[in-house]
């Protein structure tokens, strides 16, 4: 059986770190990708993946980043997490162009240059797994959220239109609703327990990883995750 090779484009020190060390906990080789080289080499080192710089706004460096995985893995992922986001927060009279550009940019045209060039390469082969990172903010939106919102609705309209065009071709599609905040380094610890109504990491990052486990006879194409104590 042909080793996963699993890459997270949109990688910072929770969700992302996250998601690379469950699928390194499952023997697959990972490759981390975020706008910033060194802070992604750092987490890299933890479970010895591979870390590589990438704007998933810009074609050419979407293209560059998947021809130095497929350079230095000897062939193109089978798993690829879309988890990168940008926002800007503001009523939209108050919000410029330029600013309300970037964030749909970053939320949305990343996800769709990285989620193309993923199933250019999987479809030949019958098989693979792309995920996508969205929040409330893509199911419905609120005010002073249209920053946020546009490019989340937009990245789980590409993840359904794909799932249908490439489902039937063996290619798992599937958006990832994260309803709530994520517990990271910069929240406080109390007698070592997160706080109750931020998710874990890690327990989101199983999600993902049971996704990719499914079996094609009972797909997934949208989940949501939520603490407990969460309102919806």
């Known amino acids: 059986m042909t080793q996963d090779i699993a ?6 020190p929770g969700l992302g770190a996250a998601l690379g060390r469950r699928f390194a906990k499952a023997g697959a080789k990972v490759a981390l990708a975020s706008r ?14 591979s870390a590589y710089a990438c704007d998933a706004t810009d074609e050419q460096s979407v293209l560059d980043l998947y021809a130095a995985v497929e350079r230095d893995f000897g062939t193109a992922p089978n798993i690829v997490v879309f988890n990168a986001s940008g926002r800007v927060r503001g009523s939209v009279t108050d919000i410029s162009v330029a600013a309300f550009k970037e964030a749909w940019e970053r939320a949305c045209l990343g996800g ?5 060039e993923a199933a250019k390469r999987m479809v030949p082969q ?14 419905k939106s609120y005010g002073k959220s249209a920053g946020f919102a546009v490019g989340k609705f937009g990245l789980r309209a590409l993840s359904f239109a794909m799932a249908r065009d490439f489902g039937p071709q063996g290619i798992h599609i599937a958006h990832v609703i994260v309803d ?11 007698s070592g327990k997160a706080e109750h109504h931020l998710l874990e990491p890690d327990a989101i990052a199983e999600t993902y990883f049971q996704l990719h ?18 309102s919806f």
């Not at 910033?36 to 993946?49: H, S």
């Not at 769709?112 to 193309?116: A, E, H, P, T």
């Not at 486990?213 to 969460?230: C, G």
């Open 180 to 190: 709530g905040g994520i517990h990271g380094p910069h929240h406080a610890v109390e």
């Open 7 to 12: 890459l997270i484009v949109g990688v910072g």
């Open 36 to 49: 910033r080289l060194a802070p992604v080499r750092e987490i890299a080192k933890e479970y010895d993946a």
């Open 213 to 230: 486990a499914q079996h094609r006879s009972a797909w997934t194409a949208e989940i949501d995750v939520r603490p407990w104590v969460e």
């Open 126 to 139: 019958g098989t693979g797994t792309i995920l996508f990172t969205g929040a409330t903010a893509g199911v």
């Open 112 to 116: 769709f240059i990285v989620g193309r």
